[in-house]
């Protein structure tokens, strides 16, 4: 099955700063890559997803890449606020079983004003 | 509603008892999803629905988990003889369809201690 690795386990940035959270996959049949952001006690929210036949997909200050050949794909958060203080999520799908997901272990980002 | 519903938001239940968890996607999604995280990890998915059937419940880790939806809409995920490791929060997602990867919109969790 699907094997999903996410780095760092933590992230500190200083305000303005950008942050880049990296992910790898095991399945090369995956085809549908979103992002997860979970603040304390709440639920995953979807902010960006990119699927397999994108290398780039951006979204204001957000932006994924994705790399199918050495099956990676990265979040880039670029001039970080203090409310970008949050967990975030990986995760890949292989289309043909639906829309289910395979997390990474998160990363607890922490934007300092 | 406007997004997924789960109840109760918080479950307490003594080791050996029987627990069921509520669902209720967003209308006219077909695709319903269970998952549990524990503390500090991702989500780890549980079983999939298409309509009223179980497309995918290899995720269920054993015979006392098992989850319906008899109507193609609300869903129940039932845990019998509860152990302390079941202790988690347990997610429903749903999405508008399965297939090509639409977006999965996820409720609040039902927090269940087992204690």
């Known amino acids: 099955g699907e094997n999903v690795e996410q780095h760092p386990s933590t992230l500190s940035v200083q305000e303005g700063d950008s942050a880049v959270i990296k992910c790898t996959y095991s399945?090369?049949?995956?085809?549908?890559f979103p992002w997860y952001k979970q603040e304390l006690g709440k639920r995953p929210q979807l902010i960006i997803d990119?699927?397999?036949?994108?290398g780039e997909k951006k979204d204001q200050r957000i932006a994924v890449t994705l790399n199918k050949t050495a099956k990676h794909f990265s979040l880039h958060i670029t001039e970080t606020q203090p409310e970008d203080s949050a967990v975030y999520f990986c995760?890949?799908?292989?289309?043909?079983?639906?829309?289910?997901?395979?997390f990474g272990g998160g990363t607890r980002v922490l934007v300092k004003p | 509603g406007a997004g997924v519903s789960q109840t109760p938001s918080n479950k307490v239940t003594e080791k050996g008892k029987y627990v069921e968890l509520r669902c209720d996607p967003i209308?006219?999604?077909?695709?319903l999803y269970w998952y549990r995280q524990s503390l500090g990890q991702g989500p780890e998915f549980l079983i999939y629905f298409q309509g009223t059937g179980a497309a995918d419940d290899s995720g269920l880790p054993n015979d006392r988990f098992f989850a319906v939806r008899p109507e193609g809409s609300v869903s129940t995920l039932k845990i019998q003889r509860t152990e302390r490791g079941d202790s988690a929060v347990y997610l429903c997602?749903?999405?508008?369809?399965?297939?090509?990867?639409?977006?999965?919109?996820f409720g609040q969790g039902t927090r269940l201690t087992v204690v």
């Open positions: 990119i699927r397999s036949n994108v």
């Open positions: 399945d090369s049949a995956s085809n549908y």
């Open positions: 209308s006219g999604h077909t695709a």
């Open positions: 997602a749903s999405s508008l369809t399965g297939i090509l990867s639409t977006e999965a919109f």
């Open positions: 995760a890949a799908s292989i289309g043909a079983a639906g829309n289910k997901l395979t």
